[in-house]
């Protein structure tokens, strides 16, 4: 069944109006409901059967909160249970046939695997209900008494899918609280409008080039069309995620919601450290919180930091896919900062800021490579035609063509990717409205030009793929 997406016409000119409409129509103290019901019905486009699940998790993480308010000299145990109910699921729907067959190739048995389709945002809704939990045995967050407030939080379609990971701390007010207000419903527009062109009109379009590269023989691939290959993926992977989380802040703002900030021009750091804080700005924090400071983060000897950092990223890959691909990932950017922690930091530190800057990206861009072959051998390969080891030619023509054929689009990426494009739209807001230039009807155009554009593209995409559906 086809996935009901933020960039489809179907929820950009069906669901999205419909839902607004009939969220604002209903009395305030029915909106949680209202957006409830919403919620799964949004989830149930894509998978009906697993709107079962959504609710038992609901169900299971309010329960635990109330126990845990209810027998606090018990709390830790309630807490427990809820984090073993929600891991196990967790496990059981991504993990299992990971398992079975690995068991299968080491102890040489012959184990069915179960096939099972992973449910849509079950790693994002997993970590938002443990959350919970936890939150409310540390008191760092009141217990929610309405179970259609909790279970609105647990399904709200704006960030269900693909994060912002929203802690339910962060948000436990505006669930009873909220007050919707036109500025906030317009901001929440701008900002979907610049994460669906972000999306559509720049992941999209160097998601093909990655795509056409990807399809070469590795014996075929020249050294450069490898490296062009794999920038592109990393320009894909993070405008269609960034563009995504826009998308779902300003969702939220429509709704009356303020999701926090889930990316930060994050390939403008200059270290790895730096960079992790601010790509997936949420589930960094979510690892940090609730396991590295708990397993005593910087605080531990240099073997026991090494050993936190060693598992915050192994489970950090693994949250991203049932692959090894995406362990070594994890263990690989594990390894890198505790480099940085232990001893290179102060080195980096004294290097020119364009020397930081490369071995950033370098750094990261080979991670990629790890990323996206979940074919480990297949990204073994890849890695030699980029370094020259395989023989490959340096380029050829059709490197050319490619490069020349998406150097506007590149340079648009790479342009975006900094604050640049932000601190110039400052400026010229800044300017109309000095000069009286009715700001608000160019700012508007603008806005419109965008949606547009993204609209003309959805009309005739074959290619609307979104990366993070699978974690």
């Avoid at 809704?125 to 939990?133: D, K, R, V």
């Avoid at 073994?380 to 506007?408: C, H, I, K």
């Amino acid at each position: 069944m086809i996935k009901l997406v933020f960039s489809s016409l179907l929820f950009l000119f069906y669901f999205l109006p419909a839902a607004l409409f009939l969220y604002y129509l209903a009395p305030r103290p029915w909106r949680n409901l209202i957006l409830f019901v919403l919620s799964l019905f949004f989830y149930a486009w894509g998978e009906p059967v697993y709107i079962v699940l959504m609710i038992f998790s609901a169900i299971v993480d309010y329960s635990h909160g109330l126990l845990i308010d209810r027998f606090r000299h018990r709390a830790k145990y309630v807490v427990a249970s809820s984090v073993l109910v929600n891991l196990g699921l967790l496990g059981f729907f991504k993990y299992a046939d990971f398992l079975v067959a690995n068991l299968n190739l080491l102890v040489g048995i012959e184990l069915a695997s179960l096939d099972l389709p992973l449910p849509i945002g079950i790693s994002f809704y997993t970590f938002q209900t443990m959350s919970y939990t936890i939150d409310v045995y540390r008191k760092q967050a009141p217990v929610q008494r309405s179970f259609i407030a909790f279970a609105a939080y647990i399904s709200m379609f704006p960030q269900l899918i693909a994060g912002p990971i929203v802690r339910y701390r962060d948000i436990a007010a505006q669930l009873t609280g909220r007050r919707e207000s036109i500025d906030r419903f317009a901001q929440g527009v701008k900002r979907f409008v610049v994460g669906l062109g972000k999306k559509v009109l720049l992941a999209n379009n160097i998601g093909l080039l990655w795509s056409e590269i990807q399809q070469i023989a590795p014996g075929e691939l020249p050294v450069l069309t490898a490296w062009l290959g794999i920038v592109a993926f990393g320009f894909q992977i993070y405008f269609d995620f960034s563009g995504y989380s826009d998308m779902a802040i300003g969702l939220g703002n429509m709704f009356g919601f303020k999701f926090l900030e889930n990316f930060n021009y994050p390939y403008i750091s200059r270290s790895v450290t730096e960079f992790w804080r601010r790509w997936h700005i949420s589930l960094g924090a979510w690892f940090r919180d609730y396991l590295y400071i708990p397993l005593g983060g910087n605080r531990s000897s240099r073997l026991g930091l090494f050993r936190n950092l060693f598992v915050v990223w192994l489970l950090t890959g693994l949250w991203h896919g049932a692959s090894w691909n995406f362990m070594f990932w994890g263990l690989y950017f594990g390894a890198l900062i505790s480099i940085e922690k232990l001893f290179f930091a102060r080195l980096l530190a004294r290097l020119p800021r364009g020397f930081q800057h490369g071995y950033l990206l370098l750094a990261v861009f080979l991670g990629w490579v790890l990323f996206v072959f979940e074919d480990f051998a297949g990204g073994l390969e890849y890695l030699q035609v980029m370094f020259g080891l395989s023989g490959n030619a340096l380029w050829d023509t059709r490197f050319l063509y490619y490069a020349l054929s998406n150097g506007l689009l590149l340079t648009a990426l790479v342009l975006g990717s900094t604050p640049l494009p932000n601190k110039l739209w400052e400026r010229l807001e800044s300017w109309l409205a000095r000069k009286e230039l009715g700001q608000a009807v160019v700012v508007a155009a603008i806005y419109f030009l965008i949606l547009i554009a993204s609209t003309a593209y959805l009309v005739d995409a074959t290619y609307n793929p979104f990366l993070y559906f699978r974690f």
